[in-house]
């Protein structure tokens, strides 16, 4: 079997959705004046901006808190403007397992293959279990994935970043879309071997 493991932010997305995700449920709590969720979500982004809290404190108080879905698939739904049209085509292209892996909450990234219209196979992101926050990335990304799939013949990756150095090392093709010169130099220093999508 082939897994085919697509990351999202700066990946199959063209931008970082965790801040954007934040912004939009302070609008759209405000627009339908929901005011508990307003509240709890612009309280918190004081708190983070004032320094008093860390990222993933941040994270972790705003992925425990309750709001409507809706707010979740109308966010997933903006995003599509920022989709990367090349590594839609280039995954699409690839029969196998596909995973997309990402840092990004859970909760929104549930609804991205039914708007952005790409097959996933599995969702793999970050969430919040007994008040603990389980972060999906570096090496947490290769112990979920293997939470998923036991046995792959073949691993196809595409990521934009060098925090996915685990991924790439037990990948059999790795893509790195948009690389930074830092990501390049790290993958280079760790012998990684890549084709770059730029676009």
């Known amino acids: 079997m082939k897994a085919v493991i697509c990351d999202f932010d700066?990946?199959?997305?063209?931008?970082?959705?965790?801040?954007m995700w934040v912004f939009y449920i302070v609008r759209c709590s405000f627009k339908?004046?929901?005011?508990p969720v307003f509240f709890?979500?612009?309280?918190?982004?004081?708190?983070?901006?004032?320094?008093?809290?860390?990222?993933?404190?941040f994270k972790t108080f705003l992925m425990r808190k309750s709001y409507p879905v809706e707010y979740d698939t109308l966010f997933v739904e903006s995003l599509k403007v920022h989709v990367n049209p090349l590594v839609v085509e280039r995954i699409s292209e690839i029969d196998g397992y596909h995973v997309l892996s990402s840092a990004s909450?859970?909760?929104y990234l549930e609804h991205v293959a039914e708007a952005f219209n790409v097959k996933f196979?599995?969702?793999?992101?970050?969430?919040?279990?007994?008040?603990?926050?389980?972060?999906?990335y570096a090496e947490n990304k290769v112990l979920a994935l293997h939470e998923v799939i036991d046995f792959a013949d073949d691993v196809v990756l595409f990521t934009d970043h060098h925090m996915d150095l685990p991924l790439m090392k037990i990948s059999d093709e790795v893509f790195l879309?948009?690389?930074?010169?830092?990501?390049?130099?790290?993958?280079?220093?760790?012998?990684v071997r890549y084709r770059v999508i730029e676009g």
């Open 10 to 19: 700066g990946t199959l997305l063209k931008k970082h959705s965790f801040p």
């Open 32 to 35: 339908k004046g929901d005011i």
């Open 40 to 57: 709890r979500f612009s309280s918190a982004l004081a708190l983070r901006w004032a320094g008093v809290i860390s990222s993933s404190q």
């Open 105 to 107: 909450p859970l909760s």
């Open 121 to 136: 196979d599995k969702v793999l992101g970050s969430y919040v279990c007994g008040g603990v926050l389980f972060e999906n």
């Open 177 to 191: 879309v948009n690389p930074s010169k830092k990501t390049l130099r790290k993958a280079d220093f760790e012998g």
